[in-house]
């Protein structure tokens, strides 16, 4: 039977997959996401602190999010990295995405158009790198799009490079990775109860649980 995405939850990390040359993709069975504030360094106190984003209407701060998607590697050739280990995940292997500004804006447009809005553990999220962009020491954006992998190869070392692309979701159909994401939620959610659960000294049990918020520096 079809498991429904309905919640979410902080999960260990998983290597996040990452935009970094054009004509790459890859197809990645989705488990779960959850929704979290942005972060970036505050350059006073070198701490991570959230970015602000407005106020409500009951003038309360607001601040700007970000989607981070738990799922298992079924296909292709971008590239996934957690701390200096990288690589492309084997078919199989647990992988993040971290969507942010239009990417986030783009998983929200095809959630719209995906099941009539509904997602179940296993539906397919498809991903490729189509363009990058030079920004200058103000991170503005400089000279137009760039549209091959050559042009970014010709760009000099020294100047910021940034890669983007595009997503489309499409309902899962491989019983082979229905199977494994669903496993993979299974797997989770026992890990959640764990960690939740109040052991005979009284506390908590985090255990294993890493909340890397320095992913924001990730772009996407």
Request: proline share 5%; glycine share 10%; net charge neutral.
């Amino acid at each position: 039977m079809a498991i429904e995405i309905n919640d979410a939850g902080n999960y260990v990390s998983h290597p996040i997959i990452k935009h970094q040359r054009i004509g790459e993709s890859c197809k990645l069975a989705v488990i779960r996401w959850e929704q979290r504030d942005r972060l970036s360094k505050d350059p006073g106190t070198q701490q991570m602190v959230k970015i602000p984003n407005g106020v409500d209407r009951n003038n309360r701060p607001k601040f700007k999010q970000e989607l981070v998607i738990q799922a298992v590697a079924i296909s292709g050739d971008m590239v996934a990295a957690i701390g200096d280990k990288s690589g492309v995940p084997a078919a199989g292997d647990r992988v993040r995405v971290i969507l942010k500004a239009k990417g986030f804006g783009d998983w929200i447009k095809a959630r719209k158009a995906h099941r009539g809005g509904k997602f179940n553990v296993g539906d397919v999220l498809v991903m490729s790198t189509d363009k990058a962009q030079q920004y200058d020491q103000n991170g503005t954006p400089k000279g137009p799009e760039i549209r091959t992998q050559a042009d970014a190869d010709a760009v000099p070392r020294n100047t910021t490079l940034g890669f983007y692309g595009s997503l489309s979701l499409v309902p899962g159909q491989e019983v082979r990775w229905i199977d494994a994401a669903e496993a993979a939620y299974r797997d989770d959610e026992n890990a959640e109860r764990q960690r939740n659960a109040i052991p005979l000294g009284g506390q908590a049990d985090s255990t294993g649980y890493v909340d890397e918020f320095a992913d924001e520096e990730v772009p996407f």
